[in-house]
Structure formats: C-alpha cells, structure tokens
C-alpha cells in the first residue's frame, strides 16, 4: 500500500508531459548508427555484476530493473540488427571474494565473447583493473575512482569508462558553485562528514583543497568519518562545525545524507550549515529517507540540499529521452524506490552498449570477429548523446570519466506541482499506508552543464 501511494504520487508529477500510453508508444530517442550487418539468429549478452543484496542494495537494484526492461523492449522489436539481446548478471553481495570469483568464472565460461562488462562499483572496478587490461575487457561504470580509472598514480588510463566525472571533479564543481554563489554561502569553509572508503573520501585530495582554495573556498583537511551502519553522528558532525565548517560535503548514498541532515536538525542548525555532496545524494532514495527528521519550517530533513546533476533528471519533462524511459518504467509497472538514478542511467548504458555493438560489428563484419580490443577502439572514438540527450559521453585524449557536470538541489513538491514546497503547508502530501503521510521530493536543476576541473593531477 505504500509504495502504490508513493508511486501515484511521483506519477502524478509527469503524466501531464508525457504522451497519453493509449497512443502510440514513444519512438526510441537516440539516433543510433544505421546496421549494416544482419545478426538474425545471433544473441548479444549484456553482462553484469555488484552488490544486489548488501549495503547498496537500496541503490543497485533498480540497475536489473533497467537492463531487463531494455532487453525486453528490443527483443519485442526484433532485437538489434536481428540480435536478441540477453543478460547474464550475478549478486555479489558487495564482497570483494564473490566479486573476484563472478570475474573468474564469466570469463572462464563465455570467454570467447566477453568483450564488455557493466560495474556497478569503483571498488569493483579497482579489483579487476589490470584483469581487465590483461583479458582485454572493456568495462562501463556510472562513476569510477581515479584508481579505478586512470591507477595508483593518476596517469594511466585503463579498459575502465565512467559515464560519471569524477567524485574529485565534482567537488572542484561544487566548489566553482560555492564560489559564484556568496549570496548562499558567505565566507565558505567546506567539512567533509563521509564514509571512510575511497569514494567517501574523494575530494579530501590536496589537489582539491588547493583549487578550491584559491577560488576562495576554504577545505578543511581533517574529514570526520562514520560508517554507513552507524545511527549516532552527533560527534563527527559537531567536530565539523567546531573546526570552522559552515557547510558539510558527503559522498554517502542513501541513508548517509539523511543521517547528516537529521543531525543537522536535531542541533537545529540547518539554517545556518548547508548540505551538500556528489551525485548520489540527489538520488530517490535520499529524499525519502530524509523524510525521518523535519526540520524547524515542517519539511523533511534533507530539503535544500545541493548535489552534482551529471545527466537529466525524471523531472525534467521536455527531454524525449526522459519522457521515453518514464513511459517504460510506467508500462513495466516498477516501483517508486526503483525511480532513482541507477534505473535512468541504465538505461543510457544499455542504449551505449547497443550503439557500441553496432558501431563495431558495421567495422569488423561480424558478431563472432568482435574482440575486446575492437570494443574499446569503438569507445574511445565515440562523440554520442546517450538516448538523445540524457546524457553525453567521449573519451577522446585519454579521458575514462565525464567531462560535464551542474549543481542542483533536492526540493519537494508543492500543491500544485507546480514547483517547491515552502512548508508543510503547501507541500504535496500523500498517505503512506501506514497512517502517515509523505512528502514527494523532487530534483531542481539550479546551474547549466559545464566542464569540470581536472583535478586527479
């Protein structure tokens, strides 16, 4: 019952701009390469693998969801090029060791035709990055670290490709933001209150505190850490705010920025310290969970955080690409905890997998001559607006991650659907099954897409 109510709610935030699903369905949106090889009889698979079951579980899922509804759409349209498309995936569970013996065993079994692997995680991707190299795998990833990507040492790109910047670029982003922003952040100084893993941890780099300082933002250089199973963080954020910070940065997913919101809360200085962090925390997920603590003005905790937007958002209604995998998610009657990032970009992976295929089987003339080194010579000469427009990739000169970034914030909806909610009072409100009622939160583009810094060094 409550997620039926949940999700009738988000629907009602789009079906006005979506095409009526009595018509016709929406053409696909990207205009992908024309085939020039019939693969009738033929099957591409598209493997996978992560946690599905573990920590991120929460975020993760929805990538199965997303697979498996394109597959479906192309199979019910007579594939690619003929090709019925497949996927092979299995939950690790977010161990290292299962992540390790799912590699080893899928490139044991499909060894002739494992040419291309979707990660879910940097951690993963660091794992396997120089197996990749050495079994000539091409592997595509949302966002990858700078192990992961380019090595220890920065330099040396890999068989790794995010569709993501970089978590360090995206703090350099946020710091541009901060920068052009005093009306919202007078006399910044940033704290970081994260996750103590890698990816937590990106943008404490002294290359970071560097360019962000001389933009006049100050960094502070202790991080104050906590793990994603911790429920008290009333001490890591207080030391935060002690050292000088006004504003708290994170890379923690889910119920992290929630954590740090609802303290923030609690301390009742959520007026006075801004919240923000890389993409993650502007997924469903933490606009839901956000919803455990309000703050002073009636709204839920996490409300007017700001987050990276490196691709268009469910919300954004004028995009055919986001209009199209709305219609899908709506027909295949998903969920509203699927309604988040990982199911939207997904689909974009799917859709660069597919143009990835066709691109090289036009070059090679066949299926069965694709090798791995064929694969990465196709994506790394790619210029491609994933699904028309959700978003774009090229890796040209090197790059293994993404170059275009935009802040946003994390709002809920008002009454009418018409914008943000400014308290409870005019705040979209739905039962939630349970005799409570929930706010329905929504994604606010605040700048346009730009470069961000290449700060890795």
């Not at 040419?115 to 660091?126: A, K, N, R, V, W």
């Not at 505190?209 to 963080?233: H, K, M, N, S, W």
Request: aromatic fraction near 10%.
């Amino acid at each position: 019952m409550k997620k039926n109510c949940i999700l009738l709610a988000l629907l009602l935030l789009i079906l006005s701009a979506l095409p009526s699903l009595a018509q016709d369905m929406m053409d696909y949106p990207s205009e992908m390469t024309a085939c020039e090889v019939d693969l009738a009889g033929e099957t591409i698979n598209i493997f996978h693998f992560g946690d599905l079951s573990g920590p991120f579980a929460f975020v993760t899922q929805p990538v199965v969801s997303a697979v498996t509804d394109a597959v479906n759409y192309w199979n019910s349209r007579g594939g690619v090029c003929g090709a019925e498309l497949a996927q092979v995936y299995e939950d690790t569970g977010g161990s290292r060791e299962a992540a390790q013996s799912t590699y080893d065993r899928l490139t044991s079994q499909y060894a002739d035709e494992l040419d291309l692997l979707l990660l879910y995680s940097s951690d993963d991707g660091e794992l396997l990055r120089e197996q990749l190299a050495e079994d000539e795998i091409v592997s595509l990833i949302a966002a990858g670290s700078i192990a992961s990507l380019y090595g220890e040492d920065g330099q040396t790109p890999g068989w790794l490709y995010a569709s993501n910047p970089l978590y360090i670029n995206q703090f350099g982003s946020f710091c541009q933001f901060v920068a052009a922003s005093p009306e919202i952040f007078p006399d910044p100084v940033i704290g970081f209150v994260t996750w103590p893993f890698a990816f937590g941890l990106a943008g404490m780099e002294p290359a970071a505190r560097e360019y962000c300082g001389g933009l006049g933002v100050q960094v502070l250089a202790e991080p104050q850490v906590f793990l994603p199973t911790d429920t008290d963080i009333l001490t890591q954020v207080q030391n935060a705010i002690d050292a000088g910070a006004n504003i708290i940065y994170t890379n923690t997913i889910a119920s992290g920025p929630a954590l740090i919101a609802g303290t923030l809360a609690d301390l009742g200085m959520e007026d006075e310290i801004k919240l923000a962090g890389f993409n993650w925390v502007m997924d469903t997920s933490v606009g839901i969970l956000g919803q455990r603590v309000l703050k002073s003005n009636g709204l839920p905790s996490v409300d007017g955080m700001f987050g990276s937007m490196p691709f268009l958002w469910w919300t954004e209604l004028t995009s055919p690409a986001v209009q199209f995998v709305y219609q899908q998610f709506t027909i295949n009657e998903r969920g509203p905890a699927e309604q988040n990032i990982a199911y939207l970009v997904s689909w974009g992976v799917v859709d660069s997998i597919i143009e990835t295929y066709i691109r090289t089987v036009n070059r090679v003339g066949s299926l069965d001559a694709v090798t791995g080194a064929d694969i990465r010579e196709t994506v790394e000469s790619m210029d491609y607006a994933i699904l028309g427009g959700l978003y774009q990739i090229t890796y040209e000169e090197g790059m293994r991650d993404g170059t275009m970034n935009r802040m946003a914030v994390l709002k809920y909806a008002n009454t009418t659907m018409s914008g943000a909610a400014t308290g409870p009072d005019d705040a979209m409100l739905i039962d939630d099954g349970a005799g409570g009622k929930l706010f329905v939160p929504i994604v606010v583009p605040l700048t346009d897409f730009m470069e961000v810094p290449q700060l890795r060094g």
